[in-house]
Each structure stands twice: as C-alpha cells, then as structure tokens.
C-alpha cells in the first residue's frame, strides 16, 4: 500500500471513529413528562426557588424522594438519587437546555413540560402551558 493510500485509509478511518462517537453522545435515553406546580416551585424547607432549573430539579426530588406528585408526572429512572439530581440542574443551567420562553413558562406558570434526556445533557419543551 502507498503513503497516500494509507494516509486516506487513516484518515477515513478517523472519521467514522468520529462519527459514531458523535452519534453516540447525541442518542436519546428516553424523556418524560412533568406538570411544574406550585409545589415544585418551593424547596423541600419551604423557601422560594427562583430559576427554572432548581424548579425541574425540585420536580424530581418531589417525585423520587417526596413522592410529591402532579398527576400529569410520569416517572423517570435516571434522576432517582440527589447527585443525579445535582447534575440534572447543572445540564439545565447550560445554553441550550432550554429556550428562555420555556424558563420563563416554568418560573411565572405551571406547565406541562417535557424533558429529553440524553447521555451529557437534557432538552426541555413546554407541552401544554
């Protein structure tokens, strides 16, 4: 084989490690569904939260430790434990996370909203607001 042939054959190589990679990150895990009520807009001690991250974060914790749940919440099996949760909030402090009429949605109503969860980070949408 030649210098350029094993020069393209690398190379190509590379990129397709790339690409899977790539494909990989961005496969969904799954999503579900959360009603952001009045109760998740408060922490467990009662004190006002003030960004839409803590209030779906608080969402969780309403669900998996409280069991403090709307009826239009639907379980999840990714955000069960406190450090997950943590990490949940700082997925959706990222640009990106959401749209700043979903924050809005969720810091001044309660909507319906609905989270995608992918390997490194989340995707929230309003559903109904």
């Known amino acids: 084989m030649t ?15 790339l690409s899977a990679g790539t494909a990989r990150a961005d496969d969904m895990l799954g999503s579900y ?3 952001i009520s009045d109760r998740d807009h408060r922490a467990s001690d009662g004190y006002p939260l003030s960004s839409a991250a803590q ?3 608080q969402d969780r914790a ?6 403090r749940r709307d009826s239009d919440d639907q379980g999840d099996s990714w955000f069960r434990s406190d450090g ?6 700082r ?4 640009g990106g996370a959401m749209s700043s009429a979903t924050r809005r949605a969720i810091v001044n109503g309660e ?11 989340v ?3 309003i559903v109904e607001d």
Do not use: C
């Open 111 to 121: 909507p319906l909203i609905e989270v995608d969860v992918y390997p490194d980070s």
């Open 3 to 17: 210098v350029s042939k094993a020069m393209a054959v690398a190379g190509l190589m590379a990129a397709i490690a």
């Open 62 to 67: 309403n669900w998996h430790k409280f069991h």
């Open 84 to 89: 997950s949760r943590a990490d949940l909030q």
């Open 55 to 57: 209030m779906v974060r």
């Open 33 to 35: 569904t959360a009603r």
């Open 91 to 94: 997925m959706l402090e990222r």
């Open 123 to 125: 995707r929230v949408s």
